[in-house]
């Protein structure tokens, strides 16, 4: 552990962003909550990282935002300065919400958007097509979920209420709104269920963690 430099330590890679770092800080310190040694490492690992892109500043490598300060400046600030809008939230939402980069947006909404283009689109097999693409998504939701944070368990729980719920609430809407559907949209209940679930799915892989 001694050999690692500071943004081993704290596990980001050395042209990670401020607000990244920031980020990685602020999960860490919540989830070693009550390991005050662990605390210590993160804590001096994260100054380290900040004195490190203080030099470069001055040495004209890189910008660094003015929000960033020395460590003994920033211990003594007070408290309000330093929490964020975040820090401020409920613990279980801390916990629940993620801040997702463009990449986790965007990656898995491509997958969605082209089985959503696929479901609306392919008509020759009909609704027998529908299972396969939901088994796909499914697929898909569960390898993201765990790339975040590599909780398998926890991606496939997410990803099982994603497809209850929106199978379930597009076939509600479906059906309520049956006519409309059929005879401007062209699609089908099972069609229309099945696109919602896809953007239910995309929603808890892009923002919940």
Same mark, same amino acid.
């Given at each position: 552990?001694s050999?690692?430099?500071p ?10 962003? %401020?607000?990244?770092i920031?980020d990685?800080?602020?999960?860490? %310190? ?5 390991d ?13 990282i ?9 040495? =004209?490598? !890189?910008?660094?935002?003015?929000r960033?300060?020395?460590?003994e400046?920033?211990a003594q600030?007070?408290?309000?300065e330093?929490?964020t809008p975040?820090?401020?939230s409920?613990?279980w939402?801390?916990r #629940?919400?993620d801040?997702? #980069?463009?990449t986790?947006?965007l990656?898995?909404?491509?997958w969605y ?5 696929v479901?609306?689109?392919y008509?020759? =097999?009909?609704?027998?097509a ?10 898909i939701?569960?390898y ?5 944070? =590599? ?13 209850? #719920?929106g ?5 509600l ?5 049956a006519?409309? !559907?059929?005879? %401007?949209?062209?699609?089908s209940g099972n069609?229309?269920? #099945?696109?919602?679930? %896809?953007?239910?799915l995309?929603? !808890? ?5």
């Amino acid at each position: 552990m001694s050999d690692q430099n500071p943004y081993e330590k704290l596990g980001v890679s050395e042209d990670a962003s %401020f607000d990244e770092i920031q980020d990685v800080r602020n999960r860490l %310190f919540e989830q070693y909550k009550g390991d005050s040694k662990r605390l210590e490492v993160i804590e001096a690992a994260y100054d380290a990282i900040l004195m490190d892109r203080l030099r470069m500043r001055q040495e =004209g490598k !890189i910008k660094v935002p003015e929000r960033i300060r020395f460590p003994e400046l920033r211990a003594q600030a007070s408290p309000k300065e330093n929490l964020t809008p975040r820090e401020h939230s409920p613990a279980w939402l801390q916990r #629940t919400l993620d801040q997702p #980069t463009p990449t986790d947006v965007l990656l898995p909404g491509a997958w969605y958007v082209g089985l959503s283009a696929v479901s609306v689109f392919y008509q020759s =097999g009909g609704d027998q097509a529908l299972p396969l693409l939901l088994v796909v998504g499914v697929a898909i939701s569960i390898y993201f979920l765990n790339r975040k944070e =590599g909780k398998s368990g926890r991606a496939v729980l997410l990803t099982l209420f994603g497809l209850i #719920t929106g199978l379930v609430a597009g076939g509600l809407v479906a059906n309520w709104l049956a006519q409309p !559907i059929e005879q %401007f949209i062209h699609l089908s209940g099972n069609q229309f269920s #099945t696109v919602v679930t %896809f953007i239910l799915l995309w929603l !808890i892989n892009s923002f919940l963690r």
